[in-house]
């Protein structure tokens, strides 16, 4: 089993400026008839660079007050100094005083209910190169050995979370932070969780591998040929970016980047390409060796 990994104090800001919006003054909460219990302001968190394309903000560590006899104990889930009784809340990007809560039954206690390890299969490659049809194909195989999965489909997530989000280039590393980020709470939940996107910049495929703890993200790329891909043509969508209709389009005339070092490549032999089965038999394969799927 996966140890418990650590409460993230930032889950990611999506900005690229530092973030300085200072606290507000103290706030006071009483309990009953004890002593108050202040909330205090923590220092704003800044925003670090990393790989290039990459927008996640990495907080300074936020510090509680020692208590004089360094007694400390937990309020709902908060480390509290003893004697004072100072929660330490924190800003990130633009939200300010906000507090982490710990819940007593974490990643650990629903891999043991589910019999697996969470973890991310992020499916990348060229519109038209089957990841979808993957996705769905692994979730059925996967399924059907009495496994929980869940897949987070591209176009899907644009009908509802991401439907305020353009194809401009800013929107679509939103889109992928977004995503990410809701791949990691599927990961944290116990399950199996099946994105497929095309997520053509190595940046930001980067940038959510790096929320997810001890090898948990499994990039699976499907180095299907762009001639292939523009022949299958699911949606139409190769033939408008010749016309000029569609602009930025990837592969014809925005980039693709493939991944350097993903940890599954899926690819045709001779012109052939795998069958929907065979494709979720290999990440299948792969998921056992590592030990996310369980007896």
């Given at each position: 089993?996966?140890?418990?990994?650590?409460?993230?104090?930032?889950?990611?800001?999506?900005?690229?400026?530092?973030?300085?919006?200072?606290?507000?003054?103290?706030?006071?909460?009483?309990?009953?008839?004890?002593?108050?219990?202040?909330?205090?302001?923590?220092?704003?968190?800044?925003?670090?660079?990393?790989?290039?394309?990459?927008?996640?903000?990495?907080?300074?560590?936020?510090?509680?007050?020692?208590?004089?006899?360094?007694?400390?104990?937990?309020?709902?889930?908060?480390?509290?100094?003893?004697?004072?009784?100072?929660?330490?809340?924190?800003?990130?990007?633009?939200?300010?005083?906000?507090?982490?809560?710990?819940?007593?039954?974490?990643?650990?206690?629903?891999?043991?209910?589910?019999?697996?390890?969470?973890?991310?299969?992020?499916?990348?490659?060229?519109?038209?190169?089957?990841?979808?049809?993957?996705?769905?194909?692994?979730?059925?195989?996967?399924?059907?050995?009495?496994?929980?999965t869940y897949v987070l489909d591209g176009d899907n997530l644009r009908h509802g979370l991401n439907r305020d989000l353009?194809?401009?280039?800013?929107?679509?590393?939103?889109?992928?932070?977004?995503?990410g980020e809701v791949t990691k709470l599927f990961a944290d939940?116990?399950?199996?969780?099946?994105?497929?996107?095309?997520?053509?910049?190595?940046?930001?495929?980067?940038?959510?591998?790096?929320?997810?703890?001890?090898?948990?993200?499994?990039?699976?790329?499907?180095?299907?040929?762009?001639?292939?891909?523009?022949?299958?043509?699911?949606?139409?969508?190769?033939?408008?970016?010749?016309?000029?209709?569609?602009?930025?389009?990837?592969?014809?005339?925005?980039?693709?980047?493939?991944?350097?070092?993903?940890?599954?490549?899926?690819?045709?032999?001779?012109?052939?390409?795998?069958?929907?089965?065979?494709?979720?038999?290999?990440?299948?394969?792969?998921?056992?060796?590592?030990?996310?799927?369980?007896?």
């Amino acid at each position: 089993m996966l140890a418990k990994a650590p409460p993230r104090p930032c889950s990611g800001a999506g900005g690229r400026a530092p973030c300085t919006r200072p606290g507000p003054a103290l706030l006071a909460v009483r309990r009953g008839q004890g002593a108050g219990l202040k909330l205090v302001a923590a220092r704003p968190a800044t925003v670090a660079a990393a790989a290039a394309g990459e927008r996640r903000a990495v907080p300074e560590p936020a510090t509680t007050a020692e208590a004089k006899d360094g007694e400390r104990r937990h309020v709902n889930g908060s480390a509290v100094a003893g004697g004072n009784g100072k929660l330490v809340t924190s800003t990130v990007g633009k939200s300010t005083n906000i507090l982490w809560h710990d819940c007593p039954i974490g990643q650990h206690e629903r891999q043991k209910l589910l019999n697996q390890k969470g973890c991310v299969v992020w499916i990348t490659g060229l519109s038209g190169s089957g990841k979808s049809t993957l996705a769905c194909a692994l979730s059925r195989e996967l399924h059907s050995r009495g496994h929980l999965t869940y897949v987070l489909d591209g176009d899907n997530l644009r009908h509802g979370l991401n439907r305020d989000l353009s194809f401009e280039a800013e929107d679509r590393a939103e889109n992928i932070r977004r995503v990410g980020e809701v791949t990691k709470l599927f990961a944290d939940a116990g399950l199996i969780c099946i994105a497929c996107l095309i997520s053509p910049f190595r940046s930001d495929r980067n940038a959510c591998r790096s929320l997810l703890p001890n090898s948990t993200f499994i990039e699976v790329f499907l180095n299907i040929p762009l001639e292939i891909c523009e022949a299958r043509d699911p949606k139409g969508l190769y033939k408008l970016a010749r016309a000029g209709k569609i602009k930025g389009f990837t592969g014809i005339d925005d980039p693709y980047e493939p991944p350097s070092d993903c940890e599954i490549v899926i690819q045709c032999k001779d012109g052939n390409c795998p069958a929907p089965k065979s494709m979720a038999d290999q990440v299948i394969s792969y998921l056992e060796a590592n030990s996310f799927l369980q007896d």
